[in-house]
């Protein structure tokens, strides 16, 4: 089974550092992988995702992830932390599902904090 | 561009009332998912759909019911609402062309008291 596992349930920042949010899974297959985020009473947002080909991967509002298969991570980095990123992050890792579709399967996310 | 739309936003049900959670895509999609959302923990899959007329369970369908009469809606019936189903629900929707990016909805927020 698919697990996905995010160390640091609270991250916080100084605007203008650097950020960095771990994550870490476990897939017998090679995974797709993606990185949504949640700003307060909203929705899921996609940032970025992996699926093959080039392993760093750049996605939107500056954030960006590289997989790393020997380590089984695929960490969100970003250069330089706004105010406007404090948010909750959840990766993920995307399995087939019977019949078709794909079920995502969330780490337990992480509250992004950024203070001035 | 709406994408995935879920009626009500808020909601508040005495236990035992039942209650439909309505979602509708508007990007023809095949895949459609039903998640619930609970405090500290991500979103677990309740039901999904890969069609119309097809529905299947996920880890947590106890307590819910589903179906799928046309490729636009998805609705998630609760018909016992029990306190344990106090949680954030999020539809999504898929499809092949969209490389396995899921989509979501903005959510719905549901209290059993």
């Known amino acids: ?116 | 561009n709406a994408g995935v739309t879920q009626t009500p936003k808020f909601r508040i049900l005495k236990i035992g009332q039942s209650m439909t959670l309505q979602c509708t895509q508007d990007m023809n999609h095949n895949y459609m998912y039903w998640y619930r959302q609970d405090p500290g923990m991500g979103l677990k899959l309740i039901y999904y759909s890969v069609g119309a007329g097809i529905t299947d369970k996920g880890e947590v369908p106890n307590g819910y019911n589903v179906s799928r009469s046309t490729t636009e809606d998805f609705p998630l019936r609760l018909e016992l609402a029990a306190p344990s189903q106090t949680s954030v629900y999020f539809c999504a929707s898929s499809d092949p062309v969209t490389g396995n990016t899921i989509y979501f909805g903005e959510g719905s927020w549901l209290t059993v008291v």
Not at chain 1, 40 to 52: A, E, F, I, M, R
Not at chain 1, 100 to 108: D, R, S, Y
């Open chain 1, 1 to 116: 089974a698919q697990s996905v596992t995010q160390l640091g349930s609270h991250v916080s920042v100084s605007e203008g550092a650097l950020v960095l949010l771990r994550c870490n899974y476990s897939s017998s297959v090679p995974p797709y992988l993606f990185w949504y985020v949640q700003y307060p009473n909203q929705g899921l947002q996609l940032l970025l995702k992996y699926t093959t080909g080039a392993t760093l991967v750049k996605g939107i509002n500056g954030f960006e992830a590289e997989f790393k298969k020997s380590e089984t991570s695929f960490h969100l980095t970003k250069p330089s932390a706004h105010m406007s990123d404090a948010a909750e992050y959840f990766c993920a890792v995307s399995d087939q599902l019977r019949g078709g579709g794909n079920k995502l399967t969330f780490g337990t996310g992480s509250q992004l904090k950024v203070e001035l």
